[in-house]
């Protein structure tokens, strides 16, 4: 779908993220770094970069040997200095935060349209931190697997049967319903903000996301009533990384009990990926994809959002 219906070839340039990745990577050039030794990494984001801040937060968190930050104010945090790097996600951040007087290095990745951001800014900054030993799993040649990983899913996926997520499949089933997309944990629940933001994004509709353990602390009890009309509107997308815990795994296998019932369909979406990163962004290609093929049967175009510029 390149012609009226996809102005801004949505759907190649995200069968091309594999190149974003590998591009992305090797714009954090090492010698920029040097003489950093940061006690701190901030990643500063606004509403439109925080996405990509939460994958990169929830896919090197583990592995990573010095504090790393998430924050999404307006103003630094009082406590920067100069031993805290800020990375600056996007051009209106970094520009409130210099003219603040911050005292901290700065420094930010290229600016990329929306389907490709958490993409291209993960993969940056994921760079920047391997070089400055602050996530000793993430390497250059890790980011080379990443990009190699999402090359090789960017040809299955366009292939029925070859064992990968189906997007055509997936947006046929979804149809004109609206979709709660749950995870598990903490990847988990960014993963479901992926398929939510591309959705509304691409497809124009609206879409909800939750994980758990959070949603069991009240969603799930507001699945008690109105099963007539939620499952006449709903579709649950039950969303797999391969990285859960023997726990979270429970827990997913428990869902279905109560919430099957109340929704339309339930359509599962597992990817196989060598790394939590690699995992993080394969969903993203094919969430993004998804959206793409809703926007087909709805009659949208998925690049153009209007809506979103108004307030940019």
């Known amino acids: 779908m390149t ?17 974003v990745v590998r591009h992305s990577a090797r714009a954090a050039d090492p010698s920029t770094l040097e003489g950093l030794s940061p006690a701190t990494v901030v990643i500063a984001t606004t509403p439109f970069t925080r996405l990509a801040g939460e994958i990169l937060l929830a896919s090197t968190a583990s592995d990573a040997t010095i504090p790393v930050v998430g924050w999404h104010h307006d103003t630094p945090p009082p406590w920067a200095d100069t031993s805290t790097l800020v990375v600056a996600l996007d051009d209106r951040v970094a520009e409130r935060w210099h003219h603040s007087g911050l005292a901290a290095p700065m420094i930010a990745p290229e600016a990329v349209d929306a389907e490709l951001r958490a993409v291209a800014t993960t993969s940056f900054v994921a760079a920047v931190l391997a070089a400055l030993g602050g996530v000793p799993a993430v390497t250059p040649i890790d980011m080379e697997e990443v990009a190699s990983h999402l090359e090789t899913l960017a040809v299955a996926l366009p292939v029925s049967g070859t064992g990968v997520p189906d997007p055509a499949r997936l947006a046929r089933r979804i149809g004109r319903t609206m979709v709660l997309a ?8 960014v993963v479901a903000d992926v398929w939510k933001s591309a959705i509304n994004r691409s497809a124009k509709a609206p879409a909800f996301a939750n994980s758990l353990p959070d949603l ?50 339930r359509l599962a979406v597992e990817v196989s990926a060598p790394s939590p990163v690699a995992a993080m962004l394969s969903h993203v290609m094919v969430a993004e994809l998804t959206a793409v093929e809703m926007a087909a049967i709805a009659g949208v175009d998925p690049g153009p959002t209007p809506a979103a510029r108004t307030f940019g």
């Open 216 to 265: 069991l602390a009240d969603e799930l009890c507001g699945w008690g009533q109105h099963g007539d009309v939620t499952r006449q509107v709903f579709t649950w997308l039950d969303l797999r990384h391969g990285f859960e815990t023997v726990a979270e795994l429970d827990q997913l296998g428990r869902m279905p009990d109560f919430v099957e019932e109340v929704v339309a369909d």
């Open 182 to 189: 749950y995870g598990a944990g903490a990847s988990g629940g």
């Open 3 to 19: 012609g009226p219906l996809d102005s801004l070839r949505v759907r190649e340039r995200v069968l091309g993220l594999g190149e």
